[in-house]
């Protein structure tokens, strides 16, 4: 029998808005990997609603990782997600140097549709760049792709050539993979991957539905690292992810709900179940 794995995964919480801890938790769940929270924020919903309340766990979180640390619990990966502070980006590279030997995957939430988020100053997102270095795998969408390298976001340069560039440049800052997410080309959603030790790229594409819902993106990111974790291979990663993203959205689209409620992933969940089972 295989030892079930560990991640930890450092991200806020929402009660309404199917996004970060929230979907984290079921789906790396799901895929038979232990999913250990290790929270920096608490909010009543996701940051696209007009109002929510806060609670900010940046002071907390240095005792949080200090008594992980003191019980000696290992993990097989650490996967980072919204990080709303440099403080928060400084306790998570020292959490990062403390498990040398875990996979380490970083989301680097700071924008998306062009738009860098309001809370992200250029020192916030130079410093998560450098949380970047620390990767194995990261998944920026477009906008981050063009952060993360400095280049100054164009519509007319979103073409997969280009981003096949900004992929491999991301790679040079020191992550083995790189996944650019959510790529709209015409009719078609894509994800982009470069697996570096192969100097591979790949792209998988799917039929772009024009809905746009929250979460969609730590959803995919969620697969990516419960998969991983468990030793599927990287293509056949993001196939499913990208399939997975797919079917939700779509099915989603069906009902007349908010969209910053985020896709009915749960209905799929079983899909995961199914996947689990081909280890």
Do not use: H
Request: proline share 3%.
């Amino acid at each position: 029998m295989e030892k079930i794995k560990k991640v930890a995964t450092i991200q806020d919480m929402s009660g309404i808005g199917r996004s970060s801890l929230t979907v984290a938790l079921p789906i790396i769940s799901t895929l038979g990997v232990q999913c250990c929270p290790f929270p920096t924020a608490i909010l009543s919903c996701q940051t696209n609603y007009p109002e929510f309340s806060f609670f900010d766990l940046t002071k907390e979180m240095n005792n949080y990782k200090n008594v992980w640390t003191k019980m000696n619990i290992g993990f097989d990966c650490i996967y980072s997600g919204f990080l709303g502070s440099e403080a928060q980006i400084d306790i998570v590279i020292d959490f990062f140097k403390s498990n040398n030997k875990a996979l380490i995957m970083v989301d680097p939430v700071m924008g998306d549709n062009g738009i860098i988020y309001d809370t992200y100053t250029s020192n916030l997102c130079n410093r998560i760049k450098e949380l970047v270095s620390y990767a194995d795998i990261v998944t920026p969408n477009v906008t981050e792709s063009f952060i993360l390298t400095g280049e100054v976001y164009n519509e007319k340069q979103i073409n997969l050539g280009f981003l096949e560039k900004l992929a491999k440049e991301i790679s040079n800052m020191g992550p083995s993979k790189v996944i650019i997410t959510g790529i709209i080309i015409d009719n078609e959603v894509c994800n982009l991957a470069y697996e570096k030790e192969k100097n591979e790229i790949f792209i998988i594409k799917n039929k772009y539905i024009k809905k746009y819902y929250c979460g969609t993106g730590d959803i995919f990111s969620s697969i990516v690292c419960g998969m991983l974790v468990r030793g599927f291979d990287f293509k056949v990663t993001i196939e499913k992810a990208s399939e997975f993203i797919y079917n939700a959205i779509k099915y989603t689209s069906q009902f007349d709900t908010d969209p910053n409620e985020g896709v009915m992933f749960e209905v799929f969940l079983k899909e995961l179940i199914l996947i689990n089972e081909q280890k």
